[in-house]
């Protein structure tokens, strides 16, 4: 059974940071390309970036410069380093793995939380 399970969403003032994580089981990790997504209210589930198992990384053009996806691959891990957040970040994001097509989406975790507010 795949499980992938993110962890360290919360609450940060604007220009804070946050760093996500996600942990994988049940799947060949490294065969994966692994993504992060976002869904605000009232809107659709977005790719924010991805990281390819080859190591290519994708990054939507509202956080270049400020997010920072990488893999453990010993680990079963993928992380998104959140730098100067703004509230339009604010969101519930997503972890993803997927193989064989892109952007991965083949499996998906249940979200955590990020809300951006003073």
């Known amino acids: 059974q795949v499980q992938l399970v993110e962890s360290g969403g919360g609450l940060v003032q604007p220009g804070g940071s946050l760093r996500l994580s996600c942990a994988a089981s049940g799947i060949i990790f490294s065969l994966y390309d692994m993504g992060w997504y976002r869904q605000a209210p009232g809107k659709q589930r977005e790719l924010v970036a991805a990281?390819?198992?080859?190591?290519?990384?994708y990054y939507v053009n509202s956080v270049k410069g400020r997010f920072a996806i990488a893999r453990d691959n010993a680990k079963n891990t993928v992380t998104l380093q959140m730098n100067g957040l703004k509230p339009e970040d604010t969101a519930v994001y997503y972890c993803?793995?997927?193989?064989?097509?892109?952007?991965?989406?083949?499996?998906w975790g249940q979200g955590t939380q990020v809300t951006v507010s003073s």
């Open positions: 993803s793995a997927g193989r064989g097509s892109w952007p991965p989406r083949d499996y």
């Open positions: 990281i390819t198992s080859g190591g290519t990384i």
